[in-house]
């Protein structure tokens, strides 16, 4: 196939992605997904190889090869819609829901952050979740009807809503379903699959050249995850060999009693995200340019854990420091930036009739030669801030505060980025659940540089764990202090930054 045909093939696969999240996007009722892009859609071959993606959310999408493989399984048929969100069987938690459907050439799918699908608290995201049944309702891979969408929404908080976002996923794959018919039908089917096959070789090409520029070796890294009472190690050792990589966490705490675990999929799914941002970021994301990545774990460990252990805080916190880790041992053989927040700063404020989720973002790490980045979402988070309006006028609480937290990046040749401020009012009795980590654990510093501020979390200025769940009355008050980033390099005269003061 000629170089410039396959650019345009492979323009209009991406194009045809991009276009299912956009519609996706535009007809969701809530505003998790129509405000924060909270949500990811992707082509696959009939191999279930992902050939294309829209650029969304990195955890959604290097987890969905398993949930594509789950349905394969099944020998769906055309015209089937199947849906799932086990962590276990390609899921990542359970408020992530993913649909699949057959194309005239391979498969969609859509991955969407649904705000609420049942389980003991508001929003499916419990603090103290010990077991996967008490976070939600959990799908195993199901083919999807109306008796069965309905079986499912009536489980769920705010059914109507649920009902109006599972809808519009499969507005998306209905689309895709017309797109790729008119692209087969302009270029020939056997010429468009021709050029799937090209597009994953070449960026398995791709991504091997810049492995085989790196140093070979083995280059380990340890951090840690906040628990009430201790800290929960992970250990990473990236071993660098031609053009291949392996990435092994033995030494890795086990599954602990609580929601931190995640499964294997989300495991993988950070590891792929920082090889692909250490080799060829602008290189389309694809099943053939993570090929050269090998990710093990021991089964049963933190990042591999079995069922029924919890996971609602292993997609967002855990995959966090993962990313933190693997970069980490990789700056044994090449420069990488110091730490981001290292945390989603996940928030859900809700009652039994609704349920509202936001992630916040904060500082960034620097870079060997610029500043971090402040107020930003950093490693596996790609989401929007919900907008002031929006948000106020849908549910029960105000925004008194949205700030930069300025003072709170690490100092050094390169700063850190500063992390944010978020205050909100709530005017109405709600139940509050935050999951968060780096509230002990500062944001480190890389080559010299100082370190970030942890993060705070505060109800009427008294400050909460990192993760807590409380009741609250209409007019108190929740603060949100988000970590900053480390910096890069030393600096002569930089002294230690200071937080923003908490109102009194």
Known sequence: MIPVELQVIGAQLVAIAEEMGAALIRSAFSANIKERHDCSTALFDERGRMVAQAEHIPVHLGAMPEAVAAVIAREPQPGDVWILNDPYTGGTHLPDITTVTRTPLGFAVTRAHHVDVGGEEPGSLPPWSR?????????PPTKLDDAVLEGLVARMRGPDERRGDLRAQLAAHRLADRRLGELCARRGRERVAAAMDELLAYSERVVRAAVRAMPDGTYAAEDALEVDGGLLPIRATVKIAGDEVRIDFTGTAPQHDGNLNCPLA????ACFFV?????????PASSGAFAPVTVTAPEGCLVNARPPAAVAAGNTETSSRITDVVLAAFGGALPVPAQGQGTMNNVVLGDEAFAYYET??????????????????????????TPIEALERA???RVERYAVRVGSGGRGRHHGGDGVVRELRVLAPLRLSVIAQRRSVAPRGRSGGGDGLPGRTLVNGVELPASATVDLAPGDLVRIETPGGGAWGEAEGDGPRSPVPSPA
Do not use: K, W
């Open 395 to 397: 549910y029960p609480f």
């Open 131 to 139: 077991r996967l049944e008490e976070e939600g309702v959990v799908i």
């Open 275 to 283: 090889v692909r941002a250490l080799t060829d970021p602008d290189l």
């Open 360 to 385: 916040i973002g904060g500082g960034q790490g620097a870079c060997p030669d610029a500043d971090g980045p402040s107020a930003v979402h950093v490693a596996m988070s790609n989401a929007r801030n």
């Open 266 to 269: 989300v495991t993988r799914s």
